[in-house]
């Protein structure tokens, strides 16, 4: 399987909240090959014989939502909590940083037409993998950047993804993105999904997510349905 890592710090320093971590101009492209196709593996909580599934923590889930919601082979995203301890956690449970969960969004997606490789890609452009527990003024371990995988396929891609971005040094300070595997993963409440699109006029959606939203398009406008 051959990965390429595309990553642009242009992407980083637009999307992400203020970071200043990324070189100030260029794309960065760092190549790996593994030479070897990597086995196939059923992944967890696979819904069809085509759709698989991918788990990811970048901040804020109404941020990372809006942006998987448009990407092509993107079906399904789905805002929640994983990698804590707590049972069917509620929102104000998980904002009080003691549950261990971080806020995730849960994607279906189709490989035929966006590898694995891809949503990472949109992923580590889309918010800062440097700052720990931090993302912006929204700050505690519910904000952790992690790639929480579903089966060792998505553990190497990830794995070696995160290498070639460090080895490339896009970012001048350590990625502290966590790579887990994925054990629980609790939806959140409706009112959380789609909450850019449903509520359009609500501040943080105002000031906050449309401007990023609206790079991301330009960024990955290929990529998007």
């Given at each position: 399987?051959?990965?390429?890592?595309?990553?642009?710090?242009?992407?980083?320093?637009?999307?992400?909240?203020?970071?200043?971590?990324?070189?100030?101009?260029?794309?960065?492209?760092?190549?790996?090959s593994?030479?070897?196709?990597?086995?196939?593996?059923?992944?967890?909580?696979?819904?069809?014989?085509?759709?698989?599934?991918?788990?990811?923590g970048?901040?804020?889930?109404?941020?990372?939502?809006?942006?998987?919601?448009?990407?092509?082979?993107?079906?399904?995203?789905?805002?929640?909590?994983?990698?804590?301890?707590?049972?069917?956690?509620s929102?104000?449970?998980?904002?009080?940083?003691?549950?261990?969960?971080?806020?995730?969004?849960?994607i279906?997606?189709?490989?035929?037409?966006?590898?694995?490789?891809?949503?990472l890609?949109?992923?580590w452009?889309?918010?800062?993998?440097?700052?720990?527990?931090?993302?912006?003024?929204?700050?505690?371990?519910?904000?952790?950047?992690?790639?929480?995988y579903?089966?060792?396929?998505?553990?190497?891609?990830?794995e070696?993804?995160?290498v070639?971005?460090?080895?490339?040094?896009?970012?001048?300070?350590?990625?502290?993105?966590?790579?887990?595997?994925?054990?629980?993963?609790?939806?959140?409440?409706?009112?959380?999904?789609?909450?850019?699109?449903?509520?359009?006029?609500?501040?943080?959606?105002?000031?906050?997510?449309?401007?990023?939203?609206?790079?991301?398009?330009?960024?990955?406008?290929?990529?998007?349905?």
């Amino acid at each position: 399987m051959k990965i390429i890592v595309i990553c642009s710090a242009l992407a980083v320093t637009l999307l992400a909240h203020g970071t200043a971590n990324g070189p100030a101009y260029a794309t960065t492209y760092a190549k790996a090959s593994a030479g070897k196709q990597q086995p196939k593996s059923k992944p967890m909580n696979e819904t069809s014989s085509t759709l698989q599934k991918a788990t990811f923590g970048g901040g804020c889930f109404w941020c990372t939502e809006a942006f998987f919601l448009d990407v092509k082979g993107v079906s399904k995203v789905e805002s929640g909590y994983s990698g804590g301890k707590t049972k069917n956690p509620s929102y104000q449970e998980v904002c009080t940083g003691l549950t261990g969960h971080a806020e995730v969004i849960q994607i279906t997606y189709d490989p035929a037409v966006v590898p694995y490789d891809a949503l990472l890609e949109i992923f580590w452009n889309t918010h800062d993998p440097t700052t720990l527990n931090r993302q912006g003024a929204d700050e505690g371990t519910q904000y952790r950047s992690a790639v929480f995988y579903h089966n060792e396929e998505q553990r190497k891609v990830a794995e070696e993804y995160k290498v070639q971005l460090e080895a490339s040094h896009v970012y001048k300070n350590r990625i502290v993105t966590e790579i887990s595997p994925l054990i629980n993963f609790y939806k959140a409440e409706d009112y959380h999904q789609n909450y850019f699109a449903l509520n359009p006029n609500q501040g943080y959606c105002q000031y906050v997510i449309r401007p990023k939203v609206e790079k991301f398009k330009k960024q990955f406008s290929s990529k998007l349905k």
